[in-house]
């Protein structure tokens, strides 16, 4: 039996993520393939490795990594082309795969200390590589395909982030419903053809095993577009969506009794064409997924020039069609204390045609989404990386910095603060890291808050928080309900008015049995008005 070693790196791409804490489909499809191919598979990941974690002898070394688009993590940093090279010189594999985004990025320096560099479907790569049947540069069928992801389940039990705050993401389909055209001029995921679907019975049976195994948490954000799912093609760029089928894939992965259900991108287009259709589906969406949802909606540019430059989804007007649609199905709050469903907007600088008016326009259709007093849950900003083509556009990249900057505090800003104001209580935030005094967590989900608190906080703990203040794009919270006469001097200063010569007059006259007590140590009611929803006398 051959012995096969598959390094997580970590991969991040536009429709599948795969750092910490995700799970990545891809790695889970490679597992899969090798144990069906006969191989003895041992998984490791790049933080091993960075642990010193030797890797073993053995027959097949593969390893998936890399980034289809530029990313700041909070932890879990995908492996560099350093690291990848390093490891190279320690292992004495007899035959060495590299496949991920890597595959396109990786300098041929880097390619020449592989033996193969599996640029179409890794998982097909090592099942025909172990086999030894040769190569058929052919993507999995949709039987293997299936069969890889329940036979690649158990790989999560040695996920860094198992049991929690794991999320495993989930695949529903490949391609794109724009192959015809080619699709955006940046994406590969046309070039990948006609969409090919997993069934819902399929993607709830690979569900059903992760949860048999201890997973809780899933986002179904590996496709183009989730509102297209299992759409008929009808020959158009916008098909009529299939809400029967989104309500069957949802609420069968629900009812399994998950923590967290979310998704990830949308065609605002689609939704645009045919909008009674996408409100079912949206209204599906807020049934069986928890709040704190988010669909990212691929708008890249409002230039009309730019959208037919770069064959793009849709128009700044289908885009705000959609936003508003989105708030009207989903804008109440859930159990999270975020809304169930909201909007958020991709935009890609640097694509074929912009120039600086490109910008401006950009800048000027979220305004009048703020005008409007729409919600956006996320705007992402991001320079096209060359993977597909080389772009000429007319952006510097101070240009680039200066819209970004104007985008976060104009927009991102008052946004946020509307979203959740002082007080607002978000449950289940789990603490994943401490930065001298400061500790940060988020809630599990997709694109989720940065929650920074300004006093030590236990790791790796499910928290309850209420907001106290906000940056750009992350706020600052306070453990709720705050228990006074434990806490912290720290969480204290933290509390709406309180500063720190109030806390350390809160503080020296502690034990507190009732609000009467600690408005005698403030002598000041108008401050504990303020504070009395955030505290306890525990």
Known sequence: MPHLVLIDGYIDEPASLGVPPYSSPQIRAAFGAARDAGGNVTLLNIDDIRRGVKVPDCDFLVVLSGCAVPGRY???????????????????????????????????????????????????????SVRATGLS???????????????????????????????AELETYRGCIRYRSGGCSFCIEPLKGKPSYRQPEDVIAEARKLHELGVSNFRVGAQTCIISYLAKDDGTETPV???????????????????????????????????????????????????????????ESADPKVKMANNLNAS????????????????????????????GVNFIVGLDGEDAASLQMNLEFLRRVRKERLQLRRINIRQVLPIRREFESGVSHSQFLSFKRTVREEIDSPILRDLVPVGTE?????????EGKHTFGRQIGTYPLLIGFNYPVPLDHFVNVKVVGWGFRSITAVEYPLHLNSCPIAAMESLPSIGNKRAVRLFRKRPYHS???????????????????????E
């Not at 069986?288 to 988010?294: P, Q």
């Open 74 to 128: 909070l932890r879990g940093n995908p492996a560099s082309e350093r690291e990848i090279m390093e490891l190279m010189s320690q292992s004495n594999a007899s035959f060495r795969i590299l496949g991920g985004p890597a595959a396109f990025e990786a300098d041929e320096a880097l390619k020449a200390r592989f033996d193969l560099i599996a640029d179409i479907d890794p998982a097909v790569t090592i099942y025909e």
């Open 426 to 434: 978000l449950t289940r935030v789990f603490t994943e890291m401490r």
């Open 137 to 167: 540069g052919k993507w999995r069928t949709i039987d293997q395909w299936n069969r890889w992801m329940i036979l690649g389940a158990e790989s999560v039990l040695v996920h860094p982030d198992f049991p929690q705050p794991l999320i």
């Open 241 to 299: 969506p299939n809400p029967k089928a989104i309500e069957q894939l949802l609420s069968g992965i629900r009812s399994l009794g998950v923590d967290v259900l979310h998704l990830d991108n949308a065609n605002p287009a689609v939704i645009a064409e045919h909008p009674a259709e996408a409100r079912l589906a949206l209204e599906s969406m807020v049934r069986h997924c928890t709040s704190g949802n988010v669909l990212a909606l691929g708008l």
């Open 515 to 537: 609000l009467e007590d600690v408005s005698k140590a403030l002598d000041e009611p108008s401050i504990v008005k303020e504070i009395r929803d955030f505290i306890d006398f």
């Open 316 to 343: 700044a007007e289908q885009t705000l069609e959609a936003i508003r649609l989105i708030n009207e199905v989903g804008g109440e709050r859930g159990e999270s204390g975020l809304p169930n469903l909201l909007p």
